[in-house]
């Protein structure tokens, strides 16, 4: 009995091959710039005049236009498609030192950004964030994607939308959904920063890296933190906090400490831990609280002239690689992308990155490709911005839509 009853759960009806038909040539459509109704026919397997009914219903809703001619072989020339550039939607990033808000194509590009300095409390930043969003939404109207998707640090329900614990003691059990809809009436998207990042960086980024099996997306901020993206989708964990990758032990030290023990990446591998590292090594007092980010940033460009900016990077990205090379035993991932101020000195890093991955043992050769981010440290806003439309590209169901665009 149970058997059937899942048997009959993997049956699509028709409006839900209608919708994975749907999703499909979305999804074609968001990882090419054009592409003529021929090619997607080709590519999608579905017959042409499957594929051109399709187009016809997404080009009237204003997600797909048709966009020049492709050069002809001979026969009348194809039309080529196109996500629809007017098309976007908007995202915040709510981070400990500042709070950045942008506007995004349906492909990922940033159109437009802001940033604001956090407010202390998480109701003054949720008030400053829906004022942006009611700017943004009198200057776009109709060509905009209904909602919002807001990226946060910490633990994140974005079932429940509700941020479970933030980065700040007092950001506990925040509503953030129902306190943003009830501001702006619009559907509201909740995410960590990382897992959004990792999305944006799985959909937008490098085609390598789209169609991995098994991704991981590590991000060195405050904290350090991973986006696990397995087939396609990310992994939550049961309680919704799967990649607490800082909380990773990878050095033996006698502590009481049953969270940000000594010994674990966010205490060896983050931002104010490389910071901390380089004012050690310099005899320098410890900095005061502040954009760890900037600090990283001009550590590396010291490292070509300072021995000891570059020992503070080789030491910080030997600490990580161990993190990562336990994370690449555990869940044979072929993908890892590493986002962060740090990167700007790849040159420096990827060498002693690469030193700790598996190069393969007896059963069976791991291969891993490893590299930076390519969103330029925007991965988290494009994520935040682009939640609205995971339904969208997922099921090919469109109810997000706020009008079509003149």
Request: hydrophobic fraction near 40%; aromatic fraction near 6%.
């Given at each position: 009995m149970h058997r059937v009853?899942?048997?009959?759960?993997?049956?699509?009806?028709?409006?839900?091959?209608?919708?994975?038909?749907?999703?499909?040539?979305?999804?074609?459509?968001?990882?090419?710039?054009?592409?003529?109704?021929?090619?997607?026919?080709?590519?999608?397997?579905?017959s042409e005049g499957t594929v051109s009914r399709i187009m016809s219903e997404l080009i009237a809703e204003a997600l797909v236009r048709e966009d020049g001619e492709e050069n002809s072989t001979g026969g009348r020339p194809g039309r080529r498609l196109q996500l629809e550039p007017k098309r976007v939607a908007f995202?915040?990033?709510?981070?400990?030192?500042?709070?950045?808000?942008?506007?995004?194509?349906?492909?990922?590009?940033i159109v437009e950004s802001r940033r604001f300095r956090t407010p202390a409390s998480a109701e003054e930043t949720l008030d400053r964030i829906a004022e942006e969003f009611v700017r943004y939404r009198k200057h776009l109207g109709t060509q905009r994607v209904a909602g919002a998707g807001i990226a946060a640090r910490g633990i994140v329900n974005s079932d429940t939308g509700v941020l479970v614990l933030g980065s700040r003691s007092d950001w506990v059990n925040v509503p953030v959904r129902a306190i943003l809809e009830a501001k702006l009436r619009e559907p509201i998207f909740l995410e960590n920063n990382v897992r959004a990042a990792a999305l944006?960086?799985?959909?937008?980024?490098?085609?390598?890296?789209?169609?991995?099996?098994?991704?991981?997306?590590?991000?060195?901020?405050?904290?350090?933190?991973?986006?696990?993206?397995?087939?396609?989708?990310?992994?939550?964990?049961?309680r919704m906090a799967a990649g607490e990758f800082g909380q990773m032990v990878i050095a033996m030290a006698s502590a009481p400490e049953r969270h940000d023990r000594p010994g674990c990446l966010e205490r060896l591998a983050s931002n104010p831990a490389l910071c901390e590292r380089y004012s050690a090594l310099i005899g320098e007092r410890?900095?005061?609280?502040?954009?760890?980010?900037?600090?990283?940033?001009?550590?590396?460009?010291?490292?070509?002239?300072?021995?000891?900016?570059?020992?503070t990077l080789l030491e910080t990205a030997r600490c990580l690689g161990i993190g990562i090379s336990n994370a690449v035993w555990g869940l044979d991932a072929d993908v890892v992308v590493i986002d962060g101020?740090?990167?700007?000195?790849?040159?420096?890093?990827?060498?002693?990155?690469?030193?700790?991955?598996?190069?393969?043992?007896?059963?069976?050769?791991?291969?891993?490709?490893?590299?930076?981010?390519?969103?330029?440290?925007?991965?988290?806003?494009?994520?935040?911005?682009?939640?609205?439309?995971?339904?969208?590209?997922?099921?090919?169901?469109?109810?997000?839509l706020a009008g079509v665009p003149a």
């Open positions: 009853a899942s048997a009959k759960k993997r049956i699509l009806r028709p409006p839900q091959v209608r919708g994975a038909n749907r999703a499909a040539l979305l999804q074609l459509l968001r990882h090419n710039d054009h592409m003529s109704r021929a090619d997607i026919a080709r590519q999608s397997g579905l995202g915040a990033e709510i981070q400990n030192w500042e709070t950045r808000v942008a506007i995004t194509t349906i492909r990922g590009r944006a960086e799985y959909n937008y980024g490098s085609i390598d890296v789209y169609g991995s099996r098994a991704f991981l997306f590590v991000k060195m901020d405050e904290g350090v933190g991973m986006g696990i993206v397995l087939d396609g989708k990310l992994y939550y964990g049961p410890r900095s005061a609280p502040g954009d760890t980010s900037a600090r990283v940033r001009r550590i590396v460009q010291l490292a070509d002239s300072d021995a000891a900016a570059r020992d101020a740090i990167t700007a000195a790849w040159h420096l890093i990827e060498p002693v990155l690469l030193d700790q991955m598996p190069d393969g043992y007896n059963l069976a050769e791991l291969k891993v490709m490893l590299r930076p981010s390519t969103l330029g440290g925007e991965a988290a806003l494009i994520g935040a911005a682009t939640l609205p439309l995971t339904t969208i590209f997922a099921t090919g169901e469109c109810q997000h």
